[in-house]
């Protein structure tokens, strides 16, 4: 480590330890656990973005593509555990550095790794609702339907995105059978989480900023923060004068906004941030 990333990595340990920290991570602290990201070195922004809302909600043959490639990529999601990151990150909380966590990933991992402060800013893979009469179940128990109707579907996909949607050709797409809610049997089914196109509720955003507004300082963990559902917490807190600390590899929107900048492994930082001060 170089002598200036040793003196921001100290300023970032002494900054959290201070206390009232609210931490926002995105997709880069799940990468250890086998979850990759949009953008970034196991990312660098896949060739098609995920599926929209639009699309979603205005095509029953959308809707069974999106389905057969999740099948495929949910076992992937289900079976990760979390990393040194995640845990560390609850450690933190543990301790009382950590006021909060607003994550923009969808894996849970946070809450496995022991956090309990935790907002899902897009919601979680875990919970499936149907559009067409509210009906929310458990995506395991989803999973077991979807295996009891796709016996011997089981394509290779070519890649995995954080959502849990598999990369499928059209070909092999072939052969794999949907299933309809089990109240109202409507082909509505969609995971609880918030789609490209989508918006936040606007309750949740709230929720967020009031957090963002309270606290000692704003810590921002493995997201680029291209888009602004991550953003908006980075220009509250730059606004009202909060310190704002930034542990990304590569650069993000909200650089100019960070007053500590570290382009480091989180498996190497957060760890070190449960050291003395």
Request: glycine share 10%.
């Amino acid at each position: 480590m170089t002598e200036q990333a040793a003196s921001g990595l100290a300023d970032l340990r002494a900054l959290v330890q201070a206390g009232g920290a609210v931490v926002l991570s995105g997709a880069g602290i799940s990468t250890d656990s086998g979850i990759p990201d949009y953008r970034g070195p196991s990312g660098a922004l896949r060739a098609r973005l995920p599926m929209t809302i639009q699309e979603f909600r205005g095509s029953a043959a959308a809707r069974r593509r999106y389905w057969a490639r999740s099948y495929l990529g949910w076992r992937r999601v289900a079976g990760a555990r979390p990393n040194v990151g995640h845990r560390a990150v609850a450690e933190l909380e543990r301790r009382g550095a950590v006021a909060a966590i607003i994550t923009q990933n969808v894996d849970g991992l946070h809450q496995a790794a022991g956090a309990a402060g935790v907002i899902e800013l897009h919601g979680g893979l875990r919970d499936v609702v149907c559009l067409a009469c509210g009906e929310k179940t458990s995506r395991a128990r989803l999973h077991a339907r979807l295996l009891k109707a796709n016996r011997g579907f089981a394509p290779v996909p070519s890649s995995l995105r954080p959502d849990g949607d598999a990369e499928l050709s059209d070909e092999q797409l072939a052969g794999f059978r949907m299933v309809g809610c089990e109240r109202c049997e409507a082909d509505m089914l969609k995971p609880d989480i918030v789609f490209f196109g989508e918006n936040v509720p606007r309750p949740r955003v709230q929720r967020c900023l009031e957090l963002v507004g309270a606290a000692n300082s704003l810590i921002v963990l493995g997201s680029s923060l291209t888009v602004m559902s991550g953003l908006r917490f980075v220009l509250r807190a730059a606004r009202d004068g909060i310190p704002i600390a930034i542990v990304n590899r590569g650069a993000t929107r909200g650089d100019e906004h960070a007053q500590i900048k570290l382009d480091a492994a989180l498996r190497d930082v957060l760890p070190a941030l449960l050291e003395p001060a």
